[in-house]
């Protein structure tokens, strides 16, 4: 089954303390991207990926660190988490071929930073 | 301005009622645009894409009018299941493969 994963589905943290949501996806999508999610903002992309190793700025990457070693993965790191990135996170992936393709979202990781 | 402007909602309708979602949109020079349905705390999933000419699926219709910025999605003989929020989704021309959101249009049908 075509899917985009997202790992953990939930998670409650503390300010300061390191943490990666990973990211897979297995329909051999060459971009993939992440977005936050708040009220009354919608989704902002954070980071999004055009390759392996070819990684540039959303709109909100303050805060967030990515990486692109396979295709398949693209895991978001937060370095020190505060509590202003609580949000409910997607990942998403599309193959750009023709116009913008549509875009497969993973089902969510919802993150609380006390 | 944002980018991309919806009513935020929500549209309470009965069963079988027709309604109409609106969406304007900043950048002219965008190219692509989409309708995308969010149920509460899901993923966004495509509903479907515009064209210049507009289209149809089955009981939805989506315009659209370069001119104006303007993005219309409607619905016909709504269902209880049709419940949830529509995102208006336009391209940025600014970035390869960039989608910008909109806040969503949220509806609820009722019995």
């Known amino acids: 089954e075509a899917q985009v994963t997202q790992n953990p589905r939930y998670l409650i943290t503390v300010t300061g303390k390191k943490l990666t949501v990973t990211c897979s996806q297995n329909?051999?999508?060459?971009?993939m991207s992440w977005y936050r999610q708040d009220p009354g903002l919608g989704l902002r992309q954070i980071y999004y990926s055009m390759n392996v190793e070819v990684t540039d700025k959303g709109d909100v990457p303050e805060g967030y660190k990515v990486s692109r070693k396979e295709k398949r993965n693209f895991p978001l790191i937060l370095e020190s988490p505060s509590p202003n990135q609580t949000s409910l996170y997607f990942c998403?992936?599309?193959?750009?071929?023709?116009?913008?393709?549509?875009?497969?979202f993973g089902p969510g990781t919802r993150l609380t930073v006390l | 301005r944002k980018e991309v402007e919806q009513d935020p909602g929500p549209f309470n309708v009965p069963e079988g009622a027709t309604v109409a979602f609106n969406c304007t949109y900043s950048?002219?020079?965008?190219?692509?645009f989409f309708w995308y349905r969010q149920d509460c705390r899901k993923e966004p999933k495509l509903l479907m894409s515009?064209?210049?000419s507009g289209n149809e699926d089955g009981r939805f219709t989506a315009q659209l009018n370069r001119a104006s910025q303007y993005i219309s999605l409607l619905i016909r003989d709504s269902k209880l299941s049709d419940s949830a929020t529509y995102l208006c989704?336009?391209?940025?021309?600014?970035?390869?493969?960039?989608?910008?959101f909109g806040t969503g249009t949220r509806l609820l049908v009722s019995p």
């Open positions: 515009v064209y210049s």
């Open positions: 998403a992936s599309s193959s750009p071929r023709g116009s913008t393709d549509t875009q497969y």
């Open positions: 329909m051999n999508h060459e971009y």
């Open positions: 950048n002219s020079a965008s190219q692509s």
């Open positions: 989704v336009v391209n940025s021309p600014t970035g390869f493969q960039k989608l910008v």
